[in-house]
Structures are given as C-alpha cells and as structure tokens.
C-alpha cells in the first residue's frame, strides 16, 4: 500500500520541484537591475559636454603594426574635430563632424572631401572602425531597447550582460552584448551583431582609472570580426573632460 502511495504522490513532487526551481528562476531574474538603469550609469561614466583628447591608434594588420597619434575635440554627441599628428604620412589629415555629417581634409590633395552614403562603411585609416562607428555617438537607449539577461566575469571582474535590441531601422548594428562592470559601470566587452545574428565586430575596454570623479576606459581594441588580423588597439595619452573648446574649432574653414 505504501508503495502504491508513494508511486502516486511522485508526479505531484516533481511539480513541487518544478514549481521551486521555477519560483527561484523568476526571484533570480527579478534580483537583475534595470537595463536602463545600468546604461544611465554607463552614460554618466563615458559622456560629458567637451572632450579634448590625444590617443594613439595602433592597426594590428596581419604582418605589420602602424602607429598614429591624434588629438580630438569633442562636444555633446553633434561635434567632433581630430588631426593626426604622427606619423608624417597621415600628418595634418583633419577629420569635422557637425551633426550627421562628416568632412575628411587630406594634406596629399589639398582637398576637403564629404564622406556621406555608403562611403560611411569604410575604414578609418585602414583600421577596424569605420566612419559609421565614429559617427554613432547618440545615447544607445535612444538607440536600443536594453535587457539584463545574466552574469558573468570578465578577467576578475564580475559583470552584467545586457542585451541591446534595435528599436530604430537606421541602426549600424542591429543588436548589441555589452559586458558592464558591476561595480564601476564600465564596459568591458561590446559584440555588436547584424539582424541575421552574425557577429560583425568586438571591442574591448581595459585600464579602468578613475579621472575627474568618473572610471573611464583608457584602452580599448576594436576587432572586424570580418578581416584579418589582430584588431585595432586605441591607447588613450590624456583627456580632459568638460574643458573649454575655442568656438573656431568646429568650423569647416578649420580643416585647411
């Protein structure tokens, strides 16, 4: 008789079980914080109203590395001015973006080109970053519904995976995994994939040092999941947040 009980009560525990191990998944996922609330801080962190930087570009091609230097002057997500520095062949080339467009001045023609259309897919400098990546500057949430989907450890630090979905057509990356430490709201690691799910580019962010109140990233490599070679790797000399930028910066008559 016992074992008849027994045999009968043995679906009813398994529901029990099931109903736990689903009651502990729900609490779990409840436990995640916002994805809106992680990108907010992401944003405080990596956002500012100027930025005046000098970084190097280092493009890690299959048998050779080519190094060059340039100084930036960023304000809000509408302006950005660069000239590059060194080496003497990419001297004096000037980059302008105002708004949704961008200008390319080459010191070898003397001549100031628009680069718009389907020349925005083309490398930087033969790097692993196209004109597209540097004209998406706009907050992602604006861009991007974002989930927090689980957790995991980048190197020693533990972090949340945050999955970004499209909720605009006119996107360069259909989806996003971003890595964000938990602790200093940072990015550790960005996938950005196409709306067939291939994988098309990663970057990832290291030496985290804290600068005017905030963490900041002071390297990151940026990889074409499409080319060879070892990626881009960008080194960060100094910044300056929130600095003061001369009102001519940001004029076309600049880039000569």
């Known amino acids: 008789m016992n074992s008849i009980k027994n045999l009968i009560s043995l679906p009813f525990r398994g529901q029990g079980v099931l109903f736990l191990l689903l009651f502990s998944f729900t609490m779990s996922a409840q436990n995640y ?38 100084k930036s002057w960023i304000e809000g997500e509408q302006k950005a001015y660069t ?15 105002l708004e949704n467009q961008l200008w390319i001045f080459s010191p070898s023609t003397d001549r100031v080109m628009q680069i718009s259309g389907h020349m925005l897919r083309q490398s930087v400098m033969g790097s692993d970053m196209s004109y597209e990546d540097m004209m998406s500057d706009s907050p992602l949430l604006e861009r991007y519904k974002a989930e927090v989907t689980s957790e995991e450890m980048i190197e ?31 990015p550790l690691k960005m996938d950005l994939f196409a709306k067939s799910g291939k994988l098309l580019k990663r970057t990832t962010l290291g030496n985290v040092q804290k600068m005017q109140g905030r963490w900041f ?21 100094s910044i300056q947040f929130d600095g003061a930028i001369p009102a001519g910066v940001f004029n076309k008559s600049n880039l000569k």
């Open 83 to 97: 000239e590059y520095l060194s080496p003497a062949r990419e001297k004096g080339t000037k980059m302008l973006k």
């Open 217 to 237: 990233p002071m390297e990151m490599t940026y990889k074409d999941m499409l080319k060879e070679g070892k990626g881009t790797k960008m080194t960060v000399v």
């Open 156 to 186: 020693d630090r533990r972090c949340w995976v945050v999955t970004l979905t499209a909720i605009k057509e006119n996107v360069n990356y259909h989806s996003q995994k971003i890595w964000v430490d938990q602790e200093r709201f940072v």
């Open 33 to 70: 914080p916002s994805g809106k609330s992680i990108l907010d801080k992401v944003d405080r962190n990596m956002s500012s109203k100027t930025r005046i930087m000098t970084s190097k570009m280092e493009i890690q091609g299959g048998r050779s590395v080519r190094t060059l230097e340039s």
